[in-house]
Protein backbone atom coordinates (compact mmCIF):
# COMPACT_ATOMS: atom_id res chain seq x y z
CA UNK A 1 0.00 0.00 0.00
CA UNK A 2 2.47 2.25 1.10
CA UNK A 3 4.21 1.86 -2.72
CA UNK A 4 0.70 2.48 -4.27
CA UNK A 5 0.32 6.36 -2.27
CA UNK A 6 3.46 7.02 -2.18
CA UNK A 7 4.72 10.37 -4.13
CA UNK A 8 1.81 11.30 -6.13
CA UNK A 9 -1.09 9.78 -7.76
CA UNK A 10 -0.58 7.73 -10.76
CA UNK A 11 -3.53 9.82 -12.27
CA UNK A 12 -1.90 12.94 -11.41
CA UNK A 13 1.02 11.44 -13.08
CA UNK A 14 -0.72 10.74 -16.38
CA UNK A 15 -2.62 14.05 -16.48
CA UNK A 16 -6.17 12.97 -15.02
CA UNK A 17 -6.69 11.34 -18.35
CA UNK A 18 -9.69 9.45 -16.85
CA UNK A 19 -11.15 12.08 -14.54
CA UNK A 20 -10.62 10.50 -11.22
CA UNK A 21 -8.83 11.33 -8.07
CA UNK A 22 -7.44 8.85 -5.71
CA UNK A 23 -7.80 10.43 -2.14
CA UNK A 24 -7.28 8.61 1.12
CA UNK A 25 -10.44 7.21 3.06
CA UNK A 26 -9.12 9.46 6.27
CA UNK A 27 -9.41 12.23 3.93
CA UNK A 28 -12.55 11.84 2.38
CA UNK A 29 -14.27 11.02 6.13
CA UNK A 30 -12.75 14.69 6.82
CA UNK A 31 -14.05 15.99 3.96
CA UNK A 32 -17.34 14.95 4.79
CA UNK A 33 -17.24 15.79 7.97
CA UNK A 34 -16.44 19.44 7.41
CA UNK A 35 -19.04 19.54 5.11
CA UNK A 36 -21.94 18.29 7.17
CA UNK A 37 -20.42 20.89 9.91
CA UNK A 38 -20.51 24.13 7.47
CA UNK A 39 -24.29 22.38 6.53
CA UNK A 40 -24.85 22.97 10.29
CA UNK A 41 -22.98 25.96 11.12
CA UNK A 42 -23.71 28.11 8.18
CA UNK A 43 -26.84 29.28 9.06
CA UNK A 44 -25.57 30.55 11.82
CA UNK A 45 -22.99 32.28 10.64
CA UNK A 46 -25.13 34.29 7.95
CA UNK A 47 -27.27 36.10 10.31
CA UNK A 48 -30.70 38.42 10.05
CA UNK A 49 -29.08 41.35 9.00
CA UNK A 50 -27.20 39.45 6.06
CA UNK A 51 -29.89 37.84 4.83
CA UNK A 52 -32.07 41.32 4.96
CA UNK A 53 -29.16 42.60 3.24
CA UNK A 54 -29.59 39.76 0.24
CA UNK A 55 -33.64 40.71 0.21
CA UNK A 56 -33.02 44.37 0.13
CA UNK A 57 -30.35 43.56 -2.98
CA UNK A 58 -32.93 41.57 -4.43
CA UNK A 59 -35.95 44.26 -4.05
CA UNK A 60 -33.28 46.90 -5.23
CA UNK A 61 -33.05 44.66 -8.61
CA UNK A 62 -36.52 44.54 -9.22
CA UNK A 63 -36.99 48.51 -8.50
CA UNK A 64 -34.33 49.22 -11.12
CA UNK A 65 -35.76 46.56 -13.38
CA UNK A 66 -39.22 48.48 -12.53
CA UNK A 67 -37.65 52.46 -13.02
CA UNK A 68 -35.93 51.34 -16.18
CA UNK A 69 -39.13 50.51 -17.76
CA UNK A 70 -40.90 53.35 -16.20
CA UNK A 71 -38.60 55.57 -17.57
CA UNK A 72 -38.51 53.94 -20.67
CA UNK A 73 -42.59 54.78 -20.84
CA UNK A 74 -42.30 58.02 -19.75
CA UNK A 75 -39.77 58.86 -22.31
CA UNK A 76 -41.97 57.71 -25.00
CA UNK A 77 -44.93 59.89 -23.08
CA UNK A 78 -42.15 63.13 -23.31
CA UNK A 79 -41.51 62.25 -27.09
CA UNK A 80 -45.40 61.94 -27.37
CA UNK A 81 -45.98 65.57 -25.60
CA UNK A 82 -43.05 67.02 -27.22
CA UNK A 83 -44.66 66.37 -30.71
CA UNK A 84 -47.72 67.59 -29.02
CA UNK A 85 -46.31 70.80 -28.19
CA UNK A 86 -44.59 71.38 -31.70
CA UNK A 87 -47.84 71.22 -32.83
CA UNK A 88 -49.61 73.20 -30.92
CA UNK A 89 -46.76 75.80 -31.22
CA UNK A 90 -47.35 75.32 -34.97
CA UNK A 91 -50.80 75.95 -34.67
CA UNK A 92 -50.81 79.30 -32.41
CA UNK A 93 -48.07 80.66 -34.76
CA UNK A 94 -50.50 80.03 -37.56
CA UNK A 95 -53.32 81.29 -35.48
CA UNK A 96 -51.03 84.44 -34.48
CA UNK A 97 -50.54 85.23 -38.07
CA UNK A 98 -54.28 84.85 -39.20
CA UNK A 99 -54.82 87.09 -36.01
CA UNK A 100 -52.59 89.51 -37.22
CA UNK A 101 -54.39 89.86 -40.37
CA UNK A 102 -57.49 89.82 -39.06
CA UNK A 103 -56.50 92.53 -37.03
CA UNK A 104 -55.26 94.72 -40.22
CA UNK A 105 -58.30 94.08 -42.31
CA UNK A 106 -60.15 95.14 -39.18
CA UNK A 107 -58.11 98.39 -38.89
CA UNK A 108 -58.72 99.25 -42.11
CA UNK A 109 -62.37 98.78 -42.20
CA UNK A 110 -62.33 100.55 -39.42
CA UNK A 111 -60.54 103.36 -40.97
CA UNK A 112 -62.68 103.06 -44.44
CA UNK A 113 -66.41 102.84 -41.70
CA UNK A 114 -64.88 106.78 -40.20
CA UNK A 115 -63.95 107.86 -43.80
CA UNK A 116 -67.69 106.99 -45.02
CA UNK A 117 -68.91 107.85 -41.70
CA UNK A 118 -67.56 111.26 -42.37
CA UNK A 119 -68.81 111.44 -46.03
CA UNK A 120 -72.27 110.72 -45.29
CA UNK A 121 -71.58 113.43 -42.31
CA UNK A 122 -70.62 116.02 -44.91
CA UNK A 123 -73.41 114.75 -47.36
CA UNK A 124 -75.96 114.95 -44.69
CA UNK A 125 -75.09 118.14 -43.54
CA UNK A 126 -75.43 119.90 -46.91
CA UNK A 127 -78.40 118.30 -47.86
CA UNK A 128 -80.25 118.90 -44.21
CA UNK A 129 -78.98 122.47 -44.70
CA UNK A 130 -80.13 122.45 -48.24
CA UNK A 131 -83.25 121.00 -47.07
CA UNK A 132 -83.57 124.21 -43.70
CA UNK A 133 -83.14 126.63 -46.32
CA UNK A 134 -85.88 125.42 -48.10
CA UNK A 135 -87.93 125.19 -45.46
CA UNK A 136 -88.29 128.57 -44.52
CA UNK A 137 -90.79 128.95 -47.97
CA UNK A 138 -93.95 128.71 -46.92
CA UNK A 139 -95.01 126.83 -50.18
CA UNK A 140 -91.83 124.38 -50.51
CA UNK A 141 -93.71 123.20 -47.30
CA UNK A 142 -96.76 123.02 -48.85
CA UNK A 143 -95.90 121.08 -51.27
CA UNK A 144 -93.60 118.51 -48.86
CA UNK A 145 -97.20 117.71 -47.17
CA UNK A 146 -99.47 117.40 -50.19
CA UNK A 147 -96.31 114.98 -51.61
CA UNK A 148 -97.11 112.80 -48.71
CA UNK A 149 -93.15 111.80 -47.98
CA UNK A 150 -93.09 113.52 -44.90
CA UNK A 151 -94.00 111.26 -42.46
CA UNK A 152 -90.91 108.93 -43.78
CA UNK A 153 -88.86 111.86 -43.47
CA UNK A 154 -89.99 113.00 -40.18
CA UNK A 155 -89.88 109.62 -39.00
CA UNK A 156 -85.77 109.21 -39.69
CA UNK A 157 -85.27 112.92 -38.37
CA UNK A 158 -86.56 111.79 -35.19
CA UNK A 159 -84.16 108.51 -35.32
CA UNK A 160 -81.02 110.55 -35.96
CA UNK A 161 -81.87 113.16 -33.46
CA UNK A 162 -82.20 110.91 -30.69
CA UNK A 163 -79.05 108.66 -31.75
CA UNK A 164 -76.79 111.99 -31.81
CA UNK A 165 -78.35 112.62 -28.39
CA UNK A 166 -77.82 109.79 -26.62
CA UNK A 167 -74.76 109.47 -27.88
CA UNK A 168 -73.37 112.39 -25.68
CA UNK A 169 -73.41 109.92 -22.68
CA UNK A 170 -70.18 108.37 -24.60
CA UNK A 171 -67.00 109.89 -23.52
CA UNK A 172 -65.41 109.25 -26.35
CA UNK A 173 -68.11 111.02 -28.65
CA UNK A 174 -68.93 113.80 -26.32
CA UNK A 175 -65.13 115.08 -27.25
CA UNK A 176 -65.97 114.82 -31.16
CA UNK A 177 -69.78 116.04 -30.39
CA UNK A 178 -68.98 118.60 -28.46
CA UNK A 179 -67.27 120.35 -31.34
CA UNK A 180 -70.35 123.08 -32.34
CA UNK A 181 -68.48 123.32 -36.00
CA UNK A 182 -68.40 119.42 -36.55
CA UNK A 183 -70.17 118.34 -39.44
CA UNK A 184 -72.48 116.31 -37.31
CA UNK A 185 -73.53 119.50 -34.90
CA UNK A 186 -74.62 120.89 -38.36
CA UNK A 187 -76.09 117.99 -39.27
CA UNK A 188 -78.65 117.94 -36.69
CA UNK A 189 -78.96 121.50 -36.35
CA UNK A 190 -80.28 121.81 -39.40
CA UNK A 191 -82.26 118.88 -39.14
CA UNK A 192 -83.92 120.28 -36.09
CA UNK A 193 -84.14 123.84 -37.86
CA UNK A 194 -86.12 122.06 -41.08
CA UNK A 195 -88.11 120.71 -38.40
CA UNK A 196 -88.52 123.85 -36.93
CA UNK A 197 -90.04 125.75 -40.06
CA UNK A 198 -92.10 122.87 -41.28
CA UNK A 199 -94.10 123.68 -37.64
CA UNK A 200 -94.04 127.02 -38.66
CA UNK A 201 -96.38 126.96 -41.35
CA UNK A 202 -100.27 126.02 -40.59
CA UNK A 203 -100.44 123.04 -42.92
CA UNK A 204 -97.31 121.79 -41.39
CA UNK A 205 -98.00 121.66 -37.76
CA UNK A 206 -101.54 120.62 -38.64
CA UNK A 207 -99.84 117.51 -40.29
CA UNK A 208 -97.01 117.52 -36.79
CA UNK A 209 -100.27 117.88 -34.62
CA UNK A 210 -101.89 114.38 -35.93
CA UNK A 211 -99.91 112.28 -37.83
CA UNK A 212 -96.24 112.55 -36.77
CA UNK A 213 -96.75 112.29 -32.41
CA UNK A 214 -93.54 110.08 -32.33
CA UNK A 215 -91.51 113.09 -33.56
CA UNK A 216 -93.27 115.57 -31.32
CA UNK A 217 -92.37 112.43 -28.10
CA UNK A 218 -88.83 112.50 -29.25
CA UNK A 219 -88.49 115.96 -28.60
CA UNK A 220 -89.98 116.43 -25.53
CA UNK A 221 -87.68 112.95 -24.20
CA UNK A 222 -84.42 114.66 -25.92
CA UNK A 223 -85.24 117.59 -24.44
CA UNK A 224 -85.41 116.23 -20.91
CA UNK A 225 -81.79 113.85 -21.99
CA UNK A 226 -79.66 116.80 -22.87
CA UNK A 227 -77.70 117.61 -19.48
CA UNK A 228 -78.27 121.74 -18.93
CA UNK A 229 -75.55 123.70 -21.19
CA UNK A 230 -75.19 121.59 -23.38
CA UNK A 231 -75.38 122.14 -26.87
CA UNK A 232 -78.27 125.33 -26.36
CA UNK A 233 -79.21 126.24 -30.17
CA UNK A 234 -80.34 122.63 -30.63
CA UNK A 235 -82.31 123.05 -27.66
CA UNK A 236 -83.73 126.04 -28.51
CA UNK A 237 -84.45 124.95 -32.54
CA UNK A 238 -86.61 121.49 -30.74
CA UNK A 239 -88.34 124.29 -28.18
CA UNK A 240 -89.16 126.39 -31.30
CA UNK A 241 -90.86 123.17 -32.75
CA UNK A 242 -92.93 122.25 -30.13
CA UNK A 243 -93.86 125.90 -29.53
CA UNK A 244 -95.04 126.13 -33.55
CA UNK A 245 -97.07 122.94 -33.08
CA UNK A 246 -98.53 124.41 -29.54
CA UNK A 247 -100.10 127.01 -31.97
CA UNK A 248 -102.34 124.08 -33.26
CA UNK A 249 -105.19 123.59 -30.69
CA UNK A 250 -104.54 120.04 -31.72
CA UNK A 251 -100.99 120.06 -31.28
CA UNK A 252 -101.78 121.64 -27.97
CA UNK A 253 -103.93 119.17 -26.40
CA UNK A 254 -101.08 116.83 -27.27
CA UNK A 255 -98.70 118.41 -25.81
CA UNK A 256 -99.91 118.99 -22.36
CA UNK A 257 -101.45 115.72 -22.22
CA UNK A 258 -97.86 114.73 -21.59
CA UNK A 259 -97.50 114.24 -18.05
CA UNK A 260 -93.49 114.93 -18.60
CA UNK A 261 -94.14 118.47 -19.70
CA UNK A 262 -94.46 120.87 -16.92
CA UNK A 263 -90.82 118.75 -15.02
CA UNK A 264 -89.73 119.39 -18.48
CA UNK A 265 -90.40 123.34 -18.68
CA UNK A 266 -89.43 123.43 -15.15
CA UNK A 267 -85.73 122.26 -15.50
CA UNK A 268 -85.15 123.95 -19.06
CA UNK A 269 -85.70 127.18 -17.06
CA UNK A 270 -83.06 126.50 -14.95
CA UNK A 271 -80.72 125.43 -17.92
CA UNK A 272 -78.33 128.72 -17.57
CA UNK A 273 -78.43 129.55 -21.09
CA UNK A 274 -81.05 132.53 -21.70
CA UNK A 275 -82.13 130.84 -25.01
CA UNK A 276 -82.96 127.70 -23.68
CA UNK A 277 -85.26 129.79 -20.91
CA UNK A 278 -86.75 132.29 -23.41
CA UNK A 279 -88.00 129.69 -25.40
CA UNK A 280 -88.88 127.38 -22.86
CA UNK A 281 -91.10 130.22 -21.25
CA UNK A 282 -92.85 130.82 -24.38
CA UNK A 283 -94.15 127.32 -24.71
CA UNK A 284 -95.22 127.91 -21.19
CA UNK A 285 -97.00 131.04 -22.28
CA UNK A 286 -99.08 128.71 -25.04
CA UNK A 287 -99.81 126.16 -22.55
CA UNK A 288 -101.32 129.02 -20.06
CA UNK A 289 -103.59 130.86 -22.88
CA UNK A 290 -105.22 127.46 -23.16
CA UNK A 291 -108.15 126.45 -21.23
CA UNK A 292 -107.92 123.14 -22.08
CA UNK A 293 -104.60 122.57 -21.17
CA UNK A 294 -105.14 124.45 -18.01
CA UNK A 295 -107.36 121.80 -17.18
CA UNK A 296 -104.83 119.37 -18.40
CA UNK A 297 -102.02 120.34 -16.35
CA UNK A 298 -104.17 121.12 -13.44
CA UNK A 299 -102.83 122.58 -10.00
CA UNK A 300 -99.45 121.97 -10.71
CA UNK A 301 -99.21 126.07 -12.34
CA UNK A 302 -100.35 127.61 -9.29
CA UNK A 303 -97.07 125.93 -7.53
CA UNK A 304 -95.40 128.31 -5.70
CA UNK A 305 -92.01 126.95 -6.85
CA UNK A 306 -92.46 127.63 -10.20
CA UNK A 307 -93.54 130.89 -9.59
CA UNK A 308 -90.54 131.71 -7.72
CA UNK A 309 -88.16 130.23 -10.71
CA UNK A 310 -89.99 132.55 -13.04
CA UNK A 311 -89.75 135.61 -11.05
CA UNK A 312 -86.04 134.99 -10.81
CA UNK A 313 -85.86 135.31 -14.76
CA UNK A 314 -87.38 138.70 -14.43
CA UNK A 315 -84.10 140.11 -12.83
CA UNK A 316 -82.52 138.84 -16.27
CA UNK A 317 -80.31 141.30 -18.07
CA UNK A 318 -81.52 139.99 -21.30
CA UNK A 319 -84.84 142.16 -22.30
CA UNK A 320 -86.43 139.63 -24.32
CA UNK A 321 -85.98 137.34 -21.34
CA UNK A 322 -86.98 139.48 -18.96
CA UNK A 323 -90.33 140.85 -20.75
CA UNK A 324 -91.10 137.31 -21.70
CA UNK A 325 -90.88 136.23 -17.30
CA UNK A 326 -92.78 139.27 -16.28
CA UNK A 327 -95.49 138.38 -19.08
CA UNK A 328 -95.63 134.38 -17.74
CA UNK A 329 -95.52 135.55 -14.15
CA UNK A 330 -98.70 137.64 -14.29
CA UNK A 331 -100.19 134.81 -16.05
CA UNK A 332 -99.62 132.23 -13.15
CA UNK A 333 -100.55 134.51 -10.92
CA UNK A 334 -103.73 135.17 -12.95
CA UNK A 335 -104.57 131.77 -12.64
CA UNK A 336 -107.00 131.03 -9.68
CA UNK A 337 -105.78 128.45 -6.60
CA UNK A 338 -106.63 124.99 -7.04
CA UNK A 339 -106.90 125.19 -10.88
CA UNK A 340 -107.75 122.10 -12.07
CA UNK A 341 -108.88 120.40 -9.07
Same mark, same amino acid.
Not at 36 to 45: A, D, K, T
Not at 83 to 98: F, H, T, Y
Given at each position: ?????????????????????????????????????? =? #???????? $? %?????????? !? &? @? +??????????????????????????????????????????????????????????????????????????? =? #???????? $? %?????????? !? &? @? +??????????????????????????????????????????????????????????????????????????????????????????????????????????????????????????????????????????????????????????????????????????????????????
Amino acid at each position: MSASFGGKPAALRHGGKDGFVRVRKRDLEKLTTEVMQL =R #EFLPRVLN $A %DVIETLRKAR !A &A @Q +TMKEHLTQEREQLRQECLHLQSRLDAAQAERQKEREEKLLLREQLWQSGSELRQQAEFCSGLGSAACSLLWSCSA =R #EDTVTLWV $A %DGKLRSFLLV !A &A @Q +TLESFVRSLDDEEARSQTEDHNSQEHQFVLALAGTITNIAAVACGRDFLSSSSHILLDTLMKLLELMKPGVFPKLKVLMLMALYNVSINVKGLKYISGNPGLLPLVWTLLDDGDWEVCLHSLRLLQSVLLEEEALLLLGSSLTNPDLQALVSRLTSSTHPSLRLAAQQTLEDLQALPQGQGV
